[in-house]
């Protein structure tokens, strides 16, 4: 059984920067698409950016595009989302996925979930 445990969230103000890491056990991802989402409190969960085995990366809305870098060590058996410039906005609970597949998707098709890791920016 896969599980994903995400670090790295907190209060930030508006404009700085975090680096949430999302850390896998139970088997090594390499060969599996990883993606993270944010629920922001009375809205629906929403794509924020996938990763493939092979690398290829999908954003979700425009508004992160620029702003947020996802990434992978599969020598850690991690997957990172770098946020800058972060705005009251990007409040939310940000979750770390995993899918069997090996291709990205910005549906919610993903087979593992992490618990999330809350982000507070203030104005």
């Known amino acids: 059984q896969v599980q994903l445990v995400e670090s790295g969230g907190g209060l930030v103000q508006a404009g700085g920067s975090l680096r949430l890491s999302c850390a896998a056990s139970?088997?090594?991802?390499?060969?599996?698409?990883m993606g993270w989402f944010r629920q922001a409190p009375g809205k629906e969960r929403e794509f924020v950016a996938s990763i493939s085995a092979s690398d290829y990366i999908i954003y979700g809305a425009n508004s992160v595009k620029g702003r947020f870098t996802i990434s992978r060590d599969n020598a850690k058996n991690t997957v990172s989302l770098q946020m800058n410039n972060l705005n009251p906005e990007d409040t939310a609970v940000y979750y770390c996925?995993?899918?069997?597949?090996?291709?990205?998707?910005?549906?919610?098709?993903?087979?593992?979930w992490g618990q999330g890791t809350q982000v507070a920016v203030s104005s």
């Open positions: 139970g088997r090594t991802l390499r060969t599996n698409a």
């Open positions: 996925a995993a899918r069997r597949s090996p291709m990205a998707t910005s549906t919610v098709d993903y087979d593992y």
